[in-house]
Structures are given as C-alpha cells and as structure tokens.
C-alpha cells in the first residue's frame, strides 16, 4: 500500500516535552504525524489483551504511567479512555487523532506490562499448543479458558458490533484466535528489542 508521507521533524517544543523514555522508539513517517487507523486499533487490543491476562488491569496501566513518569501524557483514567477510544471499533469511538507521543507512551506501558507477565503468557501459549496438539477444548484447562473469556467479554462489551470490523468477530471461534494472536503479539514484545519492532510493525504498509 502506497501512502503519501510527511517527514517533517517534530517541532522543538514537542521534542523537549517528549519523556525521554519515548526516544527509544523512532518517528514512522506517517501522513500528519498522527496515528492510522490500523495502528489505533492494534494498540487498544493490546492492552485489551492485557486487561484479559490480569485482573486490575486497567489500574495496572494507570500505576505503570506513574511508574514511567508519563503523567504529562497521560494525564489521568479520562486521558486513557479518551485515547484508547480512537480504536475505530469502539463502541466510544472518537474521532479525535491519536499523536504519534500517545501512541508511543501506551505501547511503552504495554511493553512494560508483558515483560512483568511473560512466564503467565509463556504458560498460556504452550498449554495451547500442547491442547492443540492433543485436540483437547481449551476450555477444560481454567488458566486459558479464563483468559479467552475474560478477552470475550471485553471485546463484546466494548466493541460496536454495527462496525465491519468487530462483525468480522462474531464467533467465539474468532475471538480466541484474536486473543491468542494477542498472546504472542504480547510475548513478542518481551524479547530483545522487541517493543522496537512491534512498534515499527504498527505501521506496516502505512508509510513509504
């Protein structure tokens, strides 16, 4: 996909307000410096997923934001909820853009959050696997069937059902295999330079 491009720098006040902890993450030339849509909905499923794993996740997010010192992002549980509202497939979806900074803070803390779940995420994909292999329902393992029900009922309850996107997820069969998808998206996080390169996969085919 062919897509015009800005690589205009950011402006200097941006630049000194920007957490440093952000810089590790580089500028995709994207058009007007303000996320597509492909990338606001991949980074509010995975914090969806996040949400799915471990209970409190939402309070995991906002003391991970203190924890980072990205207070002057995210400023408080509206700010949060506003940004992940830009996933096109909300029910609250606003049309409001998302800055390639917010972007970046929401996948530092995802990052940052998979790292301290990985041996639980580990587990989940191999218990997978392994039922997988075996042709066991992955309901009779607690572990796993709570997360897929946990990731269910967030999406159906969030998600605007009206929307070609979410239709796309009307089987139980196809919101597991989103949530395992989500699973080794998470797990590919973890690795050496691994929020480097999911970062950079959020604009796959949005820049030239």
């Keep these: 996909m062919s897509a015009s491009v800005s690589v205009t720098p950011l402006d200097s006040t941006t630049v000194q307000s920007q957490p440093t902890i952000l810089d590790i993450l580089p ?9 597509p849509h492909r990338t606001r909905l991949q980074i509010d499923l995975i914090l969806l997923a996040i949400e799915a794993l471990e209970l409190g996740g939402s309070e995991s997010i906002l003391a991970v934001v203190q924890e980072l010192e990205l207070q002057g992002i995210i400023k408080n549980r509206v700010n949060l909820w506003r940004m992940r509202s830009t996933n096109p497939l909300r029910r609250s979806h606003t049309r409001r853009p998302l800055s390639l900074v917010e972007a970046k803070a929401l996948v530092v803390i ?16 191999l218990t997978y696997q392994q039922m997988s292999e075996k042709q066991i329902p992955l309901e009779q393992n607690l572990r796993l069937s709570n997360y897929l029900d946990r ?13 070609s996107g979410v239709a796309a997820y009307s089987s139980a069969e196809k919101l597991d295999e989103l949530a395992l998808n989500l699973l080794g998206q998470l797990l590919f996080c973890t690795g050496t330079a691994g929020m480097q390169r999911f970062w950079i996969s959020l604009f796959d085919g949005e820049v030239e």
Excluded: G
């Excluded at 500028?27 to 996320?35: F, G, K, L, S, Y």
């Design 151 to 163: 990731f269910k009922a967030h999406f159906r309850s969030r998600m605007n059902p009206r929307r």
């Design 110 to 125: 995802a990052s940052c959050l998979a790292r301290r779940l990985t041996v639980a995420i580990r587990q989940l994909l």
């Design 27 to 35: 500028n995709p030339p994207v058009q007007e410096r303000a996320c």
